[in-house]
């Protein structure tokens, strides 16, 4: 009993820890005076309640996971905003995709959801390149690439942000590791609500080769703008 007591104490003081790290990180962003970022958390904030809340009028618990998923994102950009310091344009690119990935759930052509939709036949059956879901996927990951940079730049050296091709490698593959999870919680979502898999996952390694293709895009560009920044 003495241990059981021990033990939960031990739990709740580290769950104080934890509330009160997040509650000085929030106030820490409410503190802040970054042009255009207040804006960008409210825009993004309404947008997320609107769908989600579209989606739970719709019974839709599928894409109101992926909801949830979104805040987690946010949360942990805010959360981390006084040390990564993101760039607006990492946030309002993180809130356009948000946007066009709602609407990819609810806009329908010729009764088909946006994400089925075939943008440019580049390739016919079975792979049907180039659709909305593989653009989503290279510029979802573009982004996601960049924030885990940013996040990690802090804990760079100078030397290390000359940036040689294995720290180059080293960010894509970050970026691709999420794509990967990502599609883990695909198949589990479907599992737990009973879809059938075997249309939906046949181009799953398409989808991990657009993360990648969006995660080394990023990393590519980070290179040059740390090229460009230190004069090289």
């Known amino acids: ?17 934890t509330s009160k790290h997040l509650n000085n990180s929030i106030i820490s962003y409410v503190m802040l005076k970054r042009r255009g970022l207040r804006s960008n958390i409210i825009v993004s904030a309404l947008i997320i309640f609107l769908f989600s809340l579209l989606y739970l009028v719709n019974a839709n618990f599928e894409s109101l996971f992926y909801s949830l998923l ?36 609810v806009i329908l052509i010729d009764g088909e959801i946006l994400y089925k939709i075939i943008l440019i036949p580049i390739v016919g059956y079975p792979y049907f390149i180039l659709k909305f879901d593989q ?12 924030i885990f940079y940013y996040i990690l730049k802090p804990m760079l050296s100078t030397k290390q942000l000359k940036f ?7 960010i894509a593959m970050i970026g691709l590791g999420v794509g990967g999870i990502k599609e883990i919680l695909d198949f589990i979502m ?6 059938d898999n075997t249309i939906r996952y046949q181009n799953t390694g398409l989808d991990l080769i657009s993360d990648l293709v969006g995660a080394m895009s990023a990393s590519l560009v980070v290179w040059y703008t740390e090229r460009k920044n230190n004069g090289n």
């Not at 009993?1 to 104080?16: A, E, H, P, Y």
Request: proline share 1%; hydrophobic share 60%; glycine share 6%.
């Open 164 to 170: 040689n091709l294995v720290l180059l490698l080293i």
């Open 1 to 17: 009993m003495c241990f059981l007591k021990v033990g939960l104490l031990s739990i709740t003081n580290d769950l104080r820890k």
């Open 190 to 195: 479907s599992v737990l609500l009973q879809k």
């Open 135 to 146: 653009v989503m996927h290279f510029l979802g990951f573009f982004v996601i690439t960049l």
């Open 70 to 105: 979104v805040v987690i994102i946010y949360v942990g950009m805010v959360i981390t905003e006084k040390k990564a310091r993101f760039p607006l344009y990492v946030w309002w690119g993180l809130t356009a995709i948000v946007l066009l990935h709602f609407l990819g759930t």
